[in-house]
C-alpha cells in the first residue's frame, strides 16, 4: 500500500462508520428462494454507490464548519453471519464512531473490527482498525488538522498449519500499520459559488512486515525459519492538498482535487476532476477524470473515467 493510501484512508473509513442504513431483505413473498433479493440489493448497492458520488463531489466541508453539529454523539453498527450445511464458516464486523464537536475544534475517533472464518473453520481475516480526524478553526480561513491511523492484523505471523507456498505468500502482508500526521490549511477563496482551500503537512509512518524472503547475495532466497518473520520500518513523508469548487449556475458546477506526497519510499500525486450537471429535478449526472501518478511503478501513470447518472420518475 502506498502512503498515499493511508492520508486519504481515514475519510473511507469515516464514511463507512456514519449512520448505520437499514434496508429490508425481502421485497416480496417468495423473493429470498427466488433470488429476487439477492438482485434488489445489488441494485441498491450500485444505487447508494452512484449516490455517494454526488455527495462527495459536493464536499461539505468547503466553506468551513459553520453548521456542523454540536456537542458529543456517535453511532455503532454490528453485522454477524453464521453459516452451516455445505459450508462452515462465519463472519463479524463492528464499526463505530464518536464525535465531539465544541467552539472551533471537531474532532472525531472510529473503529472497525473484522473477523471472518473460511470453510474449514479456520481464521482467515481478523482485523482491527483505529481513526482519528480532528480540526481547530483559528477563524473562517485558518485552521489545523491531524489525521491518525492504526491498523492491525491478526493472522499477518501466524504462520501454523501453513504449507510452504502459503508461508511464501504472506511475503509483504502488514502486520501492524500505524501514521500520524498534522498540518495547517487554508481556504483561498470562500464565498457562495467559489471554494479553494490548501493545506500541508508532514507525517510519520510505523510499519510491521512479515518478511518470507532474504536477498542472499543479489537473490531472493525463502526464508528456512518461521520465527518472528517480520521487518519493522519508520519513515517521514509530506503532503500537499488541493480542493477547489466553483459552480457556474444552479445546474452546473465544478470540482478538482489534488493531491501530493512525497517520501523516501516514494512520489505520489493524484488528480480528481470533475463536472456535475443537474439537469432537473430527476436527472443528473457526473462526470469524473481521476489520474494517479505514483513514481516507483513500472507504468507510472493510471488514469480512470469515471461516469454516474441518476434519473428518477
Do not use: C
Not at 469515516?14 to 449512520?19: F, I, P, Q, S
Not at 440489493?41 to 452512484?50: F, N, S
Not at 452451516?84 to 464537536?101: I, K, P, V
Not at 470540482?255 to 476532476?273: G, H, I, K, Q
Amino acid at each position: 500500500m502506498n502512503k498515499f493510501a493511508l492520508l486519504t484512508s481515514a475519510s473511507a473509513l469515516a464514511v463507512l462508520l456514519g449512520a448505520p442504513a437499514l434496508a429490508q431483505t425481502e421485497i416480496a413473498t417468495g423473493a429470498n428462494v427466488t433470488g429476487v433479493s439477492g438482485v434488489n440489493e445489488r441494485l441498491d448497492d450500485v444505487q447508494d454507490a452512484v449516490e455517494d458520488d454526488f455527495a462527495r463531489s459536493e464536499d461539505a466541508a468547503r466553506f468551513g464548519p459553520a453548521d456542523r453539529r454540536t456537542g458529543t454523539f456517535g453511532s455503532v453498527a454490528l453485522t454477524y453471519t453464521g453459516r452451516t450445511g455445505n459450508t462452515e464458516n462465519q463472519d463479524f464486523s463492528l464499526a463505530g464512531r464518536l464525535s465531539h464537536n465544541v467552539g472551533q475544534f471537531q474532532q472525531s475517533v472510529g473503529i472497525l473490527l473484522e473477523y471472518g472464518e473460511d470453510d474449514d473453520g479456520d481464521t482467515d481475516t481478523e482485523k482491527t482498525s483505529v481513526i482519528y480526524d480532528g480540526n481547530y478553526y483559528f477563524n473562517d480561513r485558518f485552521y489545523a488538522f491531524a489525521l491518525g491511523r492504526l491498523a492491525t492484523d491478526g493472522i499477518a505471523d501466524d504462520f501454523d498449519g501453513l504449507t510452504n507456498e502459503e508461508f511464501l505468500e504472506r511475503d509483504g502482508r502488514v502486520k501492524r500499520d500505524a501514521f500520524l500526521g498534522f498540518g495547517p490549511g487554508y481556504r483561498i477563496i470562500n464565498n457562495d459559488t467559489t471554494a479553494w482551500r490548501v493545506q500541508a503537512g508532514v507525517g510519520i509512518r510505523y510499519t510491521k512486515t512479515v518478511n518470507t524472503w532474504d536477498d542472499v547475495n543479489g537473490v531472493a532466497t525463502p526464508v528456512l525459519v518461521r520465527e518472528d518473520q517480520t521487518v519493522s520500518d519508520t519513515s517521514t513523508g509530506y503532503i500537499v492538498s488541493s480542493r477547489f469548487y466553483h459552480k457556474f449556475n444552479d445546474q452546473f458546477f465544478l470540482t478538482n482535487d489534488t493531491d501530493y506526497l512525497t517520501s523516501d519510499a516514494n512520489d505520489v500525486a493524484t488528480n480528481e476532476l470533475g463536472l456535475n450537471f443537474k439537469m432537473s429535478d430527476a436527472f443528473a449526472t457526473r462526470v469524473s477524470y481521476k489520474t494517479e501518478y505514483v513514481s516507483d511503478r513500472e507504468i507510472r501513470t493510471d488514469n480512470t473515467l469515471g461516469v454516474s447518472l441518476v434519473y428518477g420518475f
